[in-house]
């Protein structure tokens, strides 16, 4: 059931013709990111091979691009969970999900899953993008692999947060502004909090995507995603319960 | 001798559905139902009995309560206090068994615009848990029923108002539920469409129960066997619509003769209470409700030459029982 609701997810995500458009130029912009990183890194190269313990090409160029593409997650997620819920509330669509014999869990797994297939498309030509340079040199996989993993789980804690907020109201653009503010907010408190190491920087998404961006597999930050994903979801299940109850 | 015949055979349906009303089973049964939206009370205290094999037509005013209550009986709202049961599944503590035995079309369809007509019924058929194997069967036997045959590749958004109308009845009836609840089924739709809707939904009245919402009274005399009227969030009245149509009404017909004979003589008939004369032709009699001289009085015509021409039961519209009664109420 919850699988039904995922595909249907997934393929309506895919029925408006402006995320085929987005995920062009998505595609566009990583390609220009990554060209410009390998290019900056090839005119350095013969600086960097004098030095004794040189950063390769996955340190140089892959974890650069990867750090990016989570910046432009971080800003592009609540345009596709922004739909999710409030758009369904707007067209009174809902109630065929409120009817039908499914529990409040099964829609907002379903739909969260549908998200994530969808970003995790997005995250997967990233990387193939950035395995392109196999062509050329030994890529460092560890690197690799713990920076896809914190796409992953940074852009299923964004997703998480996103279907909540798009929980909350019944204006899609609402939903998309809300959760934008609030992905900036996490994101400032995380560089603002840099230099001095505050506790409260342990709150951004951000600040543990850094340790995955640098290889470091780290059990805490597994956690904070995992908690953040949880907690958000819960929320959402909650809110839609009370869609029952009070709307 | 012609009316003996339409009279039994007027007789002989009642009795056929009262008989039927008894002993086909309960689909739904709601107890006491209030629901409160903030501090103000909307529903107090409804209760309502479906019948296997039943149309019931809810009726009511703009703002009586009528969605509220649908919406309740189909688990998208929670009621404040009261039990819901259909097929036997208490609808709040076994939400989904109950839910799969219902059918529901909101007020506004709840259609996904940008899907084919095709991939938002199979949506729904395996939301509604349908084995994936019977599929294809439902979808094909219920594009069939509503006259989708030749939409099925078309985009939902793209279809007209009438169109959009039978992908929701669609939904509604895809998995075969024992209860369909549609609310307004024919609002905005144009007169042909009305009547296919009306149709359909006669049809659908034979094998399932259905529960109306309507502010139309003619769709109620049309199409259902019951009515409940609601008024500020309360059952009113609950009866059949045949008997509704009596409601307050003073038996009685008029009848056209052309060579009418004396009034003395038409009051003298036995069972007559009353006549009037409202043209030189046209008689309106009063009888009461049990004993009616129309067959005497045909007898009396023909033997005497009356040459009657008409009869007509006088007959309350709905529209004037239902003023009445949501009058009545308020005072």
New interface residues.
């Given amino acids: 059931m919850t699988l039904t609701i995922a595909l249907k997810e997934f393929r309506s995500l895919f029925a408006i013709p402006s995320t085929w458009l987005i995920v062009g130029a998505l595609q566009f912009i990583f390609a220009w990111f990554f060209l410009a990183r390998l290019d900056a890194f090839l005119q350095v190269q013969s600086q960097l091979a004098q030095l004794a313990n040189a950063p390769g090409a996955t340190l140089a160029v892959a974890a650069p691009v990867l750090g990016t593409v989570a910046l432009i997650l971080m800003m592009l997620i609540p345009i596709f969970t922004m739909r999710s819920i409030a758009e369904e509330r707007r067209n009174q669509t809902l109630t065929l999900l409120m009817s039908a014999p499914v529990s409040n869990i099964h829609i907002v797994i379903g739909k969260f899953i549908g998200l994530m297939l969808f970003l995790l498309l997005i995250i997967i030509s990233c990387l193939v993008m950035v395995l392109t340079l196999a062509a050329g040199t030994q890529l460092d996989t560890g690197l690799l692999i713990t920076n896809a993993l914190g796409l992953i789980l940074l852009a299923a804690s964004y997703t998480a947060l996103g279907l909540y907020i798009s929980s909350l109201t019944a204006q899609p653009v609402v939903a998309a502004i809300g959760a934008l503010a609030i992905f900036f907010g996490l994101w400032l408190v995380e560089i603002s909090a840099v230099d001095n190491d505050k506790p409260w920087r342990a709150l951004a998404p951000t600040s543990h995507f850094q340790s995955f961006n640098i290889g470091l597999l780290n059990s805490t930050d597994l956690i904070f995603f995992l908690l953040f994903c949880i907690t958000f979801l819960l929320l959402t299940i909650r809110r839609l319960h009370n869609n029952r109850i009070y709307s | 001798m012609y009316n003996d015949i339409l009279g039994y055979i007027y007789l002989s349906i009642q009795s056929a559905s009262a008989l039927m009303s008894v002993t086909a089973p309960i689909t739904l049964s709601a107890r006491n139902l209030i629901r409160r939206f903030g501090q103000r009370e909307v529903i107090h205290g409804i209760s309502l009995e479906l019948r296997h094999g039943e149309v019931l037509g809810l009726l009511g005013h703009n703002g009586a309560g009528k969605s509220t209550t649908l ?1 309740m009986l ?5 009621p404040h206090a009261g039990e819901i049961e259909i097929c036997g599944f208490d609808l709040i503590r076994q ?6 035995q ?1 059918g ?1 079309l ?3 369809p ?6 084919s007509v095709n ?1 938002f019924l199979i ?2 058929a ?4 349908i084995p994936r194997a019977q599929i294809p069967d439902a979808l094909t036997e219920t594009k069939h029923r509503c006259g989708l045959q030749d939409s099925g590749k078309k985009i939902i958004g793209t279809l007209s108002k009438g169109y959009q109308q039978r992908v929701g009845i669609a ?1 509604a009836i895809i998995h075969q539920p024992a209860v369909i609840i549609l609310d307004e089924p024919t609002v905005g739709l144009d007169p042909a469409q009305i009547r296919d809707i009306r149709t359909l939904i006669r049809e659908l009245g034979n094998m399932h129960s259905v529960i109306l919402s309507t502010h139309l009274l003619s769709e109620v005399e049309h199409i259902c066997d019951r009515v409940e009227i609601m008024h500020h969030g309360r059952l009113i009245y609950g009866s059949s619509s045949t008997k509704m149509q009596q409601y307050g009404n003073q038996s009685g017909f008029i009848v056209t003769l052309f060579a009418p004979p004396a009034l003395s003589e038409l009051q003298a008939i036995a069972g007559v209470q009353q006549v009037d004369p409202l043209s030189t032709t046209q008689f309106r009699i009063l009888h009461a409700t049990h004993t009616n001289p129309s067959a005497a009085l045909l007898a009396l015509a023909a033997q005497h030459g009356w040459q009657a021409e008409q009869l007509v039961p006088l007959q309350t519209r709905l529209e004037d029982v239902f003023m009445q009664i949501t009058q009545d109420e308020k005072l």
Wanted: charged letters at 30%.
């Fill in positions: 919406q189909t688990g998208a709202l929670l939400p989904e068994k109950a839910k799969a219902i529901f909101p007020e506004t709840p259609l996904y615009r940008e899907m991939d949506f729904t395996k939301l509604h848990r939904q």
